[in-house]
């Protein structure tokens, strides 16, 4: 006979939320694309993370923070600086859950 499995008709978000992971699976998804977008538009503009720390007015350091896909303290003030210094502007929006 076979075992019935109580995931079956969940969605990921559900399976997630029942292992109490979601809020850090979803955070930590966010911060991947942010710093892919980062990182995209540097490349498109053939800036490299050393001119990219100079026009932020930051350390390299700090940026290979705000580029780092697992590194999620990151700030509204230090995001909106990394946009401005690639001609981009910061829109954040809240969904329902």
């Known amino acids: 006979m076979a075992k019935h499995n109580a995931h079956i ?3 990921l978000d559900d399976v997630l ?3 109490g992971v ?3 699976v979803s955070t930590r998804a966010i911060k ?3 710093a892919w977008q ?3 538009a540097m490349r498109a503009q053939g800036l490299t993370k050393t001119a ?3 026009r932020m007015h930051t350390s390299r350091s700090m940026l290979d ?3 780092s896909e697992t590194d999620t303290g990151l ?4 995001l909106s600086r990394a946009a401005q210094a690639l001609g981009y502007r910061v829109k954040v929006e809240l969904a329902a859950a």
């Open 52 to 54: 990219m720390a100079r």
């Open 22 to 24: 979601l809020e850090e």
């Open 75 to 78: 700030t509204l003030d230090t």
């Open 17 to 19: 939320a029942e292992d």
């Open 9 to 11: 008709g969940s969605t």
């Open 32 to 34: 991947r694309v942010i």
């Open 38 to 40: 980062l990182q995209e």
């Open 65 to 67: 923070r705000l580029l």
